[in-house]
């Protein structure tokens, strides 16, 4: 019986890890599957995959600070449980702060242990003095974007380009259901942080726009039931119940019917772009993790579609200028310039042709596979 040890610390994560998995499986029946991520790997492993991501999910250098020491409770617990378990594989999936130490750890502990890395740091845009240390500790890393390959590659490390797992997940999402003239989306993240600084400013933008045209309805997605109560709250205090819709889960849903939208930087922008949704992208976090992340941070957009096109096809608001009057009135305008609207869907689903063929989890599922039948 081979040994999986695999880390994913956000939902996304959850996701994408749950289908390499998957097909893992299918594969290699005679796998068992431990580690920490979100409800689908929980599922899929038979509980043996702790569910964190809501306490995991946090974002910027100030807020994982404040809880450091939780942090470093939860990695102990896991690097004494990987060291007792004696995987034949790690697979770490994205979430870079925690992942590397993890991996530097367990290198040390349990060194025949090999090391993939599915869905590549983003360290070619703010971190590139980690490709070094990565390039030691790492086996092979599986990278989504064509352009990672040759980043890590001539570095000395093992690269695969799998492709992007949202056109295998979004392919199962797709309907034919008509886009409502009407309708507003609004997407604060799946994350606490998140919300806490983005959906104020939402409900807002929101409150603007009703008064420009009374026919406007908003709908948001929680990602789970325990943010919903949260979001439910803001709704309330804000006396937007009327005309703000919550909704538990049901975001790629909203992503087809919606006029347009506004989304928290993150996966979720490629998702919108994927399903033609016309979105501007909304940025807040501690000024003093901005302002330490600009100084590391060497690329010229935040957003992955603009990144992907080399160029600002995505309006990014971000900081202060993510206010309800610099949001809402980007709004009117893409509502009321139908030529515009169209122009920027079209430039969406080009860049999301970029995201590779179909079968990303499978081909990824391959290389570790391979990894698990390694004889050092």
């Not at 998995?21 to 899929?44: C, K, V, Y």
């Not at 690329?299 to 971000?318: C, P």
Request: glycine share 6%.
């Amino acid at each position: 019986m081979k040994r999986i040890y695999a880390i994913a610390g956000e939902m996304s994560g959850d996701a994408h890890a749950s289908g390499l998995l998957r097909e893992l499986q299918a594969i290699n029946p005679n796998i068992e599957i431990f580690g920490a991520g979100g409800p689908e790997m929980h599922a899929l492993s038979s509980g043996k995959v702790k569910n964190w991501v809501e306490d995991a999910a946090v974002m910027g250098v100030i807020e994982v600070l404040k809880r450091y020491s939780w942090f470093k409770a939860r990695f102990h617990e896991m690097l004494n449980e990987a060291k007792s378990l004696k995987p034949d594989v790690l697979l770490l999936v994205d979430y870079p702060g925690f992942n590397l130490r993890f991996a530097k750890a367990l290198r040390e502990a349990l060194p025949n242990t090999r090391q993939v890395y599915y869905i590549s740091p983003q360290v070619w845009a703010w971190n590139k003095k980690r490709i070094p240390k990565m390039v030691e500790l790492l086996d092979e890393m599986l990278c989504l974007f064509p352009f990672e390959k040759p980043i890590f590659e001539n570095a000395g490390l093992k690269t695969t380009h799998v492709g992007h797992p949202l056109v295998d997940e979004l392919a199962l999402e797709k309907t034919s259901a008509p886009r409502q003239e009407n309708l507003v989306g609004l997407f604060p993240g799946s994350r606490e942080r998140e919300i806490a600084k983005l959906f104020p400013m939402m409900i807002a933008s929101a409150k603007l726009l009703r008064a420009w045209r009374s026919d406007l309805v908003f709908v948001v997605p929680a990602a789970t039931p325990k943010l919903a109560t949260t979001m439910r709250a803001m709704i309330d205090d804000a006396a937007a119940t009327d005309w703000i819709e919550l909704r538990t889960g049901g975001s790629h849903h909203l992503m087809q019917t919606a006029a347009c939208g506004v989304i928290a930087s993150g996966t979720a922008t490629l998702e919108a772009a994927t399903f033609g949704l016309p979105y501007c992208l909304v940025y807040k976090m501690a000024w003093l993790t901005y302002f330490l992340g600009k100084l590391l941070v060497k690329i010229k957009y935040i957003g992955l579609v603009n990144i992907l096109a080399g160029k600002k096809v995505v309006e990014e608001f971000i900081q202060a200028d993510a206010s309800p009057t610099e949001v809402s009135r980007w709004i009117q305008d893409i509502l009321s310039n139908d030529q515009k609207r169209a122009a920027l869907v079209a430039q969406l689903l080009q860049v999301s042709s970029q995201l590779g063929e179909p079968g990303t989890h499978r081909r990824a599922a391959v290389r570790v596979s391979e990894w698990l039948n390694f004889k050092p």
